[in-house]
């Protein structure tokens, strides 16, 4: 890629989201440099899906890696099937996009191949009132890999188009992250 790649594993999401928050008060390299931030939290577990998840959409120039993936898998792209939950603010992403990184935050989709309509959003609510959080939130005998693997897969195509794109991503005008963005690049200009 024409961009280098940085990669963090941050932990103690459930904690606070303590790791992100760590790294964004001490990154490595000034946000300016950082192109965007690609999440996955919870991975998909139940087998692969028409349609992938992207919490935030709307908000960023990644709409548009995010539908050329999309596109290239055959897939849709929808935006957080869960709104009121608030999930753009209770993962590690938003520590980034408070220091004006924008945003990929992607998550299963709720469109199961092979299964019926409603299937996913059954098996997401039922793993989220039981298990998230919870002690019980962890590897299974019964995980199907194939979604997690298909996502991966979108994970690392739209990494390699914003590492090899023209222009750095952005926050759209307006949006709530986008004086970070712009105070971000704006050190980074000055030599910051």
């Known amino acids: 890629p024409r961009r280098s790649l940085l990669m963090a594993f941050v932990g103690a999401e459930e904690q ?13 390299v000034g946000p300016g440099r950082i192109a965007a931030n690609i999440n996955f939290d919870s991975p998909n577990i139940w087998g692969e899906t028409s349609d992938i998840t992207y919490i935030g959409k709307g ?16 897939r849709i792209v929808k935006p957080d099937q869960f709104p ?34 409603g299937w ?14 919870q ?3 962890e590897l299974t005998d019964d995980w199907n890999f194939d979604g997690m693997v298909m996502d991966a897969r979108f994970g690392f195509w739209a990494g390699l188009i914003i590492a ?15 004086a970070a963005r712009l105070e971000a690049l704006e050190a980074l200009n000055s030599g910051e």
């Open 164 to 178: 090899n794109a023209d222009e750095m991503q952005s926050w759209n005008p307006g949006d709530e992250f986008e």
């Open 120 to 133: 996913g959003i059954e098996q997401i609510n039922a793993y989220t009132s039981v298990n998230y959080h």
């Open 135 to 137: 002690p019980s939130d």
């Open 84 to 117: 009121s939950r608030g999930m753009f603010y209770r993962s590690d992403q938003f520590n980034m996009a408070r220091i004006g990184i924008p945003a990929l935050y992607l998550k299963e989709g709720t469109e199961f191949v092979g299964q019926p309509e």
């Open 16 to 28: 606070g989201l303590l790791g992100s928050e760590y790294f964004a008060k001490n990154p490595t």
């Open 59 to 74: 908000k960023s120039t990644l709409d548009g890696v995010a539908q050329q993936v999309a596109d290239y898998q055959g």
